[in-house]
């Protein structure tokens, strides 16, 4: 069964530009969650969809916004990067059986984005 | 609030030289904790999933426990390979996961 796929897995962007990021869940697997890593902050939470709806979010600016789609993909977008926007993005899928299960995670490689 | 604080931040062992990382975890209606390893320039690889106080995995040379307010990754004989950073996620009922900061470990050949 093939994992969390991340596209693209590396990109640069100048400040204020807008970037958008992808993410295909493990076939079956009907919860998307997205997280940012920066070595001073480890691992942010930033949002959770399970069927195209949004059940969290973290304390992050509206720049970030995500959605997903009726296939389980999701997308995030953030609109005019800060240099403090470089990061690695990572997507996470679960099983989530139920709208409250605690399944398990995986993760994907992560996007790399960097701001200059 | 919910927190999830891992610790030592880092670990230098001899291979061969057993050890115990620890997460200590404060969220309300623990739904699950989970372990994930993590190389560098990588995502988080899957480890173990614990939901109940007493509860106990194994996989090789580690071994996850939990109580009511920690958990441990028990690392047995570990070799060079093991050198990654470990980290402990805690899942409470409003759908977020709270992730620690890791711990950094080093096995010395």
């Known amino acids: 069964k093939a994992g969390v796929t991340q596209t693209p897995r590396y990109l640069i962007k100048t400040r204020g530009q807008q970037v958008t990021l992808s993410c295909s869940p493990i076939s079956g697997h009907r919860s998307v969650s997205w997280y940012q890593q920066t070595p001073g902050q480890g691992l942010q939470f930033l949002f959770e969809?399970?069927?195209?709806?949004?059940?969290n979010k973290g304390n992050f600016p509206g720049r970030f916004s995500g959605r997903q789609f009726s296939n389980s993909r999701s997308e995030m977008n953030v609109s005019t990067l800060e240099l403090g926007d470089s990061a690695l993005y990572l997507c996470?899928?679960?099983?989530?059986?139920?709208?409250?299960?605690?399944?398990?995670?995986?993760f994907g490689p992560g996007t790399r984005l960097t701001v200059l | 609030e919910d927190q999830v604080t891992q610790s030592p931040e880092a670990l230098r062992l001899q291979e061969g030289e057993s050890s115990s990382l620890n997460c200590s975890y404060t969220v309300s209606g623990l739904r699950g904790l989970f372990w994930y390893r993590q190389d560098p320039g990588k995502g988080p690889e899957f480890l173990f999933t614990?939901?109940?106080a007493g509860e106990e995995k194994e996989k090789e040379r580690l071994k996850a426990t939990l109580t009511k307010k920690e958990s441990f990754l028990h690392i047995t004989a570990p070799k060079p390979e093991d050198s990654a950073t470990y980290l402990c996620a805690a899942r409470g009922g409003g759908f977020k996961t709270i992730f620690g900061a890791g711990t950094r470990l080093f096995v010395k050949a």
């Open positions: 969809y399970f069927s195209e709806t949004q059940r």
């Open positions: 614990l939901y109940s």
């Open positions: 996470a899928s679960s099983l989530a059986k139920t709208s409250g299960s605690a399944d398990t995670q995986y």
